[in-house]
T-cell receptor
Framework: GENVEQHPSTLSVQEGDSAVIKCTYSDSASNYFPWYKQELGKGPQLIIDIRSNVGEKKDQRIAVTLNKTAKHFSLHITETQPEDSAVYFCASNSGGTSYGKLTFGQGTILTVHP | GAVVSQHPSRVICKSGTSVKIECRSLDFQATTMFWYRQFPKQSLMLMATSNEGSKATYEQGVEKDKFLINHASLTLSTLTVTSAHPEDSSFYIC?????????FGPGTRLTVL
């Protein structure tokens, strides 16, 4: 089955700096890669996603890049703010749909210091 | 976006009792619902996939007789933890899909004493 590795496990930045989280996946059939933000005691919230036919996608301060050849994708957050502090999870779906079974990475605890 | 609710948000029970957790899609019909379990400081692990009107599909290692899933309608799925033990204490999260996107519930914190 699919295996998703996520790094780093913790990331601490100063407000205004950029943050980058990286994930690798094992199943070459994977075609859908969402990123989730989870605040303490809450369910995960989708913040951005990308499909295999696109190399990069951006939404304001958040961007995701995908390298299908190397089987890795990354989350980039620019101009970080304290409210960006949370746990971030990458995921993949080998079925290629946004509504199918997801395999999650281990998570990254992002702390943004004011 | 669409809203998925879970009830209760927190539950504390004694060892050996059963606990039911509800997952509802509030403003859309969910063709499929998923149940995840998340231990402290760990990732989400898929437990089972639930389709309305059919038996749930459980992931390897998940006991189907212990974690009973019922998906009786397109807006409601329930997870019952039978004969709960302290090791079942966890954060249980459901998600629901409308064949276009997957939406996650807020989670249910189960503590078994």
């Amino acid at each position: 089955g699919e295996n998703v590795e996520q790094h780093p496990s913790t990331l601490s930045v100063q407000e205004g700096d950029s943050a980058v989280i990286k994930c690798t996946y094992s199943d070459s059939a994977s075609n859908y890669f969402p990123w989730y933000k989870q605040e303490l005691g809450k369910g995960p919230q989708l913040i951005i996603d990308i499909r295999s036919n696109v190399g990069e996608k951006k939404d304001q301060r958040i961007a995701v890049t995908l390298n299908k050849t190397a089987k890795h994708f990354s989350l980039h957050i620019t101009e970080t703010q304290p409210e960006d502090s949370a746990v971030y999870f990458c995921a993949s779906n080998s079925g290629g749909t946004s509504y199918g079974k997801l395999t999650f990475g281990q998570g990254t605890i992002l702390t943004v210091h004011p | 976006g669409a809203v998925v609710s879970q009830h209760p948000s927190r539950v504390i029970c004694k060892s050996g009792t059963s606990v039911k957790i509800e997952c509802r899609s509030l403003d859309f019909q969910a063709t499929t619902m998923f149940w995840y379990r998340q231990f402290p400081k760990q990732s989400l692990m898929l437990m089972a996939t639930s389709n309305e009107g059919s038996k749930a599909t459980y992931e390897q290692g998940v006991e189907k007789d212990k974690f009973l899933i019922n998906h009786a309608s397109l807006t409601l799925s329930t997870l019952t933890v039978t004969s709960a033990h302290p090791e079942d204490s966890s954060f249980y999260i459901c998600s629901a899909t409308d064949t276009n996107e997957q939406f996650f519930g807020p989670g249910t914190r189960l503590t078994v004493l």
